[in-house]
């Protein structure tokens, strides 16, 4: 009985230091110890960053790359250009997920010098609301990008505002050993998919792996086969709010759609994209349309048997050329605290030392600038940077051509309802458009 | 074993020293009791039992199996997320803002339990409504304020209330301040006017009588809420989140995210830093169980 009550009152003299006095017990000491370590604590910490900006041989970097790899690769690529200009980086790391929520708050309060962001869309959004700086000057001095390349780094107003660093094709993604075992031949028209998949599932496999758990990975189909079936214009006024989702255009895309669905892997909104690359990483699939992340579920040594093709051609008079490949890369905030030593790091990062060491450190990324020493790639990797170098349009996946809001509230439920009722499509774009009109409302 | 004890003084009140037979009633009432004591702890027991497994085992295996453990997660975890960096940021800013809490709120309770003001009530009313206002309505306008409000350099590098600890603190302050003073006026209220009255005749100021006559007996109050207050504070991530910039000085509830991949997230990874980040909490918990629920009864019951 006795026992709790004394020990209320050992805890209750602990807890404010202010009423109990100086010195009670050992761990009210503790925690005045910790209070006063604070006080220096915080004044430390502040002091060390204390100057950062003021000094003119400084640089900030606001960055999003917060995977291990990527992040290394950074500060890798941080580090050479300070042996090359002797300018110092503070490289500000944010989680890939938070910093893209963040990213309105962020470049309206107080951003870095420079920042990592997305091509396309999402760049020329920010662009347009004064949120970037134009960096057309440090363009003129780049070199090694394809007009592919430069077209997704220009604004709305026909000036560049973003460096493009690194890259990956969405693409059709097989195993050759299960494809030579078959005897199988790469389509090239829609029909000759359907045909080939028809055959797959003679041969026991599941013909497309597909998964739509967490609502983003349906949207490289939608994708693709809006640029086959209506063209890239089409496709980025569509995403840019200017085109109607009702129109027959659209409805066309959602009944190519629906014909193929039952080639995919079914039961598809309870999968995540991982779990649809083990089943063609198992052999139990014969293809999948995803990123070259997709090599990510995939052992070292059976790399090698990993191949893709491009989406087949729909309407011979649109072509096979565009694909998604979403670019990620840098711009300038739009006062840079020190503007001279931001457009320096622009350039560096767009040249061809940058592109170097980031091959050199993760042999997963494709490089944008086509001057870097490529002899590290993998063959899948340079096959996967001759179709984005042969692509005549690039899209930048549908999340980023549109607006976030957009993406994520309409096109998510969107998409995944039409996959569980593949039937009602008038209803759904019907659906669509209404919601679309309440969000591009400028 | 102090819940032990507790629930045996106050059956004691009612029933005197004999134990309740076992009725068919209170066999259902424990059996259920039982099963929602299961279903709170399956969560937590899941993430642990996850957090201690390979991502290749699971994978390969699903869920719905045994077997692949190891401690990597936790290793990787604590590395890849910083979290001793991040641990540190968390102290940085629930150490001052619970102290900080107790203290405004207990002078508020103050004046609004010894005096008896016509606009007692409206404050009271004020500081409690305030508890029912959804934080996030604020963003903007907060947002806005914290980007105008210059510091000097030596308190924040940002030289701006936006990314500094002192904003957070000050954000966490003012959202704390209602349920405190809610709850400590309601205890001072119960102290005994003559103390009060004996502190006069012995000619002590209203600043003796709030610090040395009042504070100290509210002691158990005040330990109550600030084992309350730190688990709360500690638990606070959306305002880091948004009026942080810097990713270095994010608190370690925030920091959780960088275990999240771009592309690809392990769950066993993130298992094992959410357990990582429980652990305060559960300790605060365990420790302090007593006050946690004197804490939320307190005002309740002292009204």
Not at chain 1, 64 to 69: A, Y
Not at chain 1, 156 to 165: E, H, L, M, N
Not at chain 1, 344 to 357: H, M, N, S
Request: glycine residues 8%.
């Amino acid at each position: 009985m006795s026992r709790p009550r004394s020990q209320a009152e050992y805890l209750a003299r602990l807890v404010p230091p202010s009423v109990a006095g100086i010195n009670r017990r050992s761990l009210l000491a503790g925690a005045a110890g910790t209070g006063a370590l604070l006080g220096t604590g915080l004044l430390a910490g502040c002091g060390d960053d204390s100057g950062s900006g003021s000094d003119s041989k400084n640089v900030s970097v606001g960055s999003n790359q917060s995977d291990p790899k990527p992040k290394d690769v950074t500060a890798k690529v941080m580090d050479g250009f300070k042996t090359s200009s002797g300018i110092e980086t503070a490289i500000n790391t944010v989680d890939h997920n938070t910093y893209q929520e963040n990213i309105n708050n962020y470049l309206q309060g107080k951003p870095d010098d420079v920042f990592m962001w997305f091509a396309g869309y999402r760049m020329r959004f920010f662009a347009a609301k004064g949120l970037a700086s134009d960096i057309s000057d440090v363009w003129g001095k780049l070199s090694g990008f394809s007009d592919a390349f430069k077209k997704a780094s220009t604004g709305d107003d026909g000036k560049q505002y973003f460096v493009p660093s690194s890259y990956y094709p969405w693409a059709m993604f097989y195993r050759k050993s299960v494809w030579k075992q078959y005897g199988y031949q790469v389509p090239t028209t829609l029909d000759q998919l359907t045909a080939l998949s028809a055959q797959m599932k003679r041969d026991g496999l599941t013909p497309i792996a597909f998964a739509d758990k967490d609502g983003w990975p349906a949207m490289g189909t939608f994708d693709i086969l809006n640029l086959r079936i209506n063209g890239y214009q089409f496709h980025i006024d569509l995403m840019a709010g200017k085109e109607a989702w009702t129109s027959d255009k659209v409805k066309k895309v959602f009944d190519t759609w629906a014909g193929l669905l039952p080639l995919h892997q079914p039961d598809s909104l309870g999968r995540t994209w991982q779990e649809a690359a083990q089943s063609l990483q198992q052999k139990k699939s014969g293809m999948y349309l995803l990123g070259l992340f997709v090599g990510q579920q995939f052992s070292n040594e059976e790399q090698d048997d990993l191949d893709f093709f491009t989406f087949p051609e729909i309407d011979p008079s649109i072509g096979a050329k565009a694909l998604d490949a979403p670019i990620d890369g840098y711009m300038m905030a739009r006062k840079p605290k020190n503007k001279a030593n931001a457009e320096k790091l622009l350039e560096y990062v767009g040249g061809k030392a940058a592109a170097d060491i980031t091959i050199k450190n993760d042999p997963a990324t494709l490089v944008a600038n086509t001057g870097a020493d490529v002899s590290g790639y993998t063959a899948l990797q340079k096959k996967a940077a001759e179709l984005v170098g042969s692509a005549t349009e690039i899209a930048q996946f549908l999340d980023r051509d549109t607006r976030p809001d957009f993406a994520s509230t309409v096109m998510i439920p969107a998409i995944q309802q039409f996959i569980k009722n593949p039937k009602d499509i008038d209803g759904l774009t019907s659906s669509i458009e209404s919601q679309k009109k309440s969000i591009f409302t400028d | 074993m102090s819940t032990a004890t507790v629930t045996r003084r106050t059956e004691g009140g009612a029933e005197g020293p004999t134990r309740r037979k076992l009725t068919p009633l209170r066999l259902l009432l424990h059996g259920f009791l039982i099963a929602v004591a299961l279903i709170w702890l399956f969560p937590i027991a899941w993430a642990v039992l996850t957090s201690l497994r390979s991502y290749e085992y699971t994978a390969a295996n699903g869920y719905v199996s045994l077997g692949g453990w190891t401690l990597d997660n936790y290793v990787t975890a604590w590395q890849t997320a910083e979290f001793g960096k991040h641990f540190l940021n968390s102290v940085y800013i629930t150490v001052p803002a619970v102290l900080l809490t107790l203290f405004l709120a207990s002078c508020v309770a103050f004046v609004i339990a010894r005096f008896s003001w016509k606009l007692n009530l409206v404050l009271l009313g004020i500081f409690t409504a305030a508890n029912l206002l959804p934080q996030q309505a604020l963003l903007i306008p907060l947002f806005r304020m914290f980007t105008e409000v210059p510091l000097p350099e030596f308190m924040s590098d940002s030289e701006l209330l936006y990314d500094s600890y002192w904003g957070l603190i000050l954000i966490n302050v003012a959202f704390q301040c209602g349920f405190c003073v809610f709850v400590l006026s309601n205890y001072m209220k119960a102290l005994p006017r003559d103390l009060y009255e004996a502190a006069m005749v012995d000619g002590a100021s209203i600043w003796r009588q709030y610090w040395q006559v009042t504070m100290p007996l509210c002691r158990p109050a005040l330990a109550a809420l600030a084992t309350l207050e730190v688990t709360w504070i500690y638990n606070e991530f959306f305002w880091a989140t948004v009026l942080m910039r810097t990713g270095d000085k994010f608190p370690v509830t925030s920091s959780l995210n960088n275990l999240r991949g771009e592309f690809f997230t392990d769950n066993n990874l993130v298992s094992a830093g959410s357990v990582l980040v429980a652990i305060p909490t559960l300790v605060i918990f365990f420790m302090l169980q007593r006050h946690f629920v004197r804490g939320l009864t307190l005002g309740a019951s002292k009204g």
